[in-house]
């Protein structure tokens, strides 16, 4: 038996010594860092690219400028054809090349085929003759063997390195840039000529006409503007008016619950006296607080009203407006008007002088405009 296995045994280390000796760290390492190595190629390429093509050697990033025209009809009857110029920056005009290594596949297969063959055969062959008795005999004979052993090997390797590349498109940090830079550009104007509703040039006296009307509708422009930017400087006043408001009446809140908590604990500890005046006092806390929530309620829901009532009164006042008609709730739980010395006054009466300097400009733009917006409307009918 063992000389049957032996052989077998050292087939099977023939067979691992074909994997002896292979440079796996190589036939595996090698195209991983050829891929690293080529990453950071493609990645220096992009860089290149950005900086040469879209940045000069200041560092200010370079524009295309593209020019078009912009006709628009006026109300007098004319055509406003004005020349415009717009100027991008390259970047956003051209593709920039952003290659890059998404997949590295390696394949290295062995396969090793070895068989073996056994035939053996024997042959017998025999013969017999003679005579019985008197008889002559003879016996004649013959035995033959045939063997035969076929082993044969097959060995095969495969190895396949598979590289994947993509190109990403602008990367996220440019692209954040364009976004901010595409949001300050606008169009400026180059010329602008008036024409009249055919294309054709004004007369002169149509032409000091159209001039007049355009230079009214500029100013209509600018007075909208300017009401629009004080009117979000009054709406942030307002909100902070509204804000301490509520930050005062939580204030209040609290006073009344630790009154009515204080009050509580004496009811049922003594006589049914004193539970009827305990109960008599919580009543009052509630209705005290009741009318100190409403006004200062009143005051959030309709501030910018009190505020513009205030705002005809030429001189500033000195303290938190009494039409504002605030309440306080005092250590004791009773109702009183709303003074100095409550923890938001100085805050709110900041924020008053402030909000009622707002609706003062929000109210000489609006006269100004209507204004502006009178003067065009009598050009335009020829009052002028």
């Not at 013959?142 to 990403?168: E, L, P």
């Amino acid at each position: 038996m063992d000389e049957i296995q032996a052989p077998e045994r050292r087939d099977n280390m023939a067979i691992a010594e074909q994997f002896t000796g292979l440079p796996m760290e190589q036939l595996i390492g090698a195209p991983l860092r050829a891929a690293a190595d080529a990453s950071l190629q493609l990645a220096e390429s992009t860089a290149e690219f950005i900086g040469k093509v879209g940045f000069d050697g200041k560092g200010n990033v370079r524009t295309a400028a593209f020019g078009y025209q912009s006709c628009s009809p006026n109300e007098d009857g004319t055509r406003s054809l004005e020349q415009m110029q717009v100027e991008i920056p390259l970047l956003a005009v051209v593709p920039v090349p952003n290659l890059q290594v998404d997949q590295v596949n390696l394949l290295f297969d062995i396969e090793v085929k070895q068989s073996q063959r056994r035939e053996s055969s024997i042959e017998l062959n025999a013969g017999a003759s003679g005579k019985l008795g008197a008889l002559k005999v003879g016996i004649t004979g013959s035995v033959s063997a045939h063997q035969t052993n076929t082993r044969s090997t097959d060995n095969s390797a495969k190895y396949h390195v598979d590289i994947r590349a993509a190109n990403h498109g602008t990367p996220e940090g440019l692209a954040r840039v364009l976004d901010m830079i595409a949001a300050s550009m606008t169009p400026l104007l180059v010329n602008s000529a008036l024409k009249d509703e055919n294309g054709q040039p004004l007369s002169e006296q149509a032409q000091a006409r159209a001039e007049r009307l355009r230079e009214l509708r500029s100013g209509i422009s600018v007075a909208e503007r300017q009401l629009r930017a004080a009117k979000e400087g009054l709406d942030l006043s307002l909100l902070r008016l509204r804000k301490l408001a509520a930050a005062q009446l939580n204030v209040y809140r609290e006073t009344a619950g630790r009154l009515s908590e204080e009050m509580r604990e004496l009811e049922g500890q003594d006589t049914d006296v004193v539970d009827s005046q305990v109960r008599q006092q919580l009543s009052d806390y509630s209705g005290a607080m009741e009318t100190v929530r409403r006004s200062w309620e009143t005051f959030g829901s309709r501030t910018g009203d009190f505020l513009r009532l205030l705002a005809d009164n030429r001189q500033a006042p000195e303290e938190v407006s009494g039409q504002f008609a605030l309440k306080a709730l005092d250590q004791w739980g009773s109702v009183v008007p709303y003074g100095d010395g409550e923890i938001y006054y100085g805050e709110i009466k900041e924020a008053q002088g402030i909000a009622l300097k707002n609706q003062r400009r929000v109210d000489r733009l609006e006269e100004e405009l209507l204004g502006v917006r009178a003067e065009y409307s009598d050009a335009l009918c020829g009052q002028e």
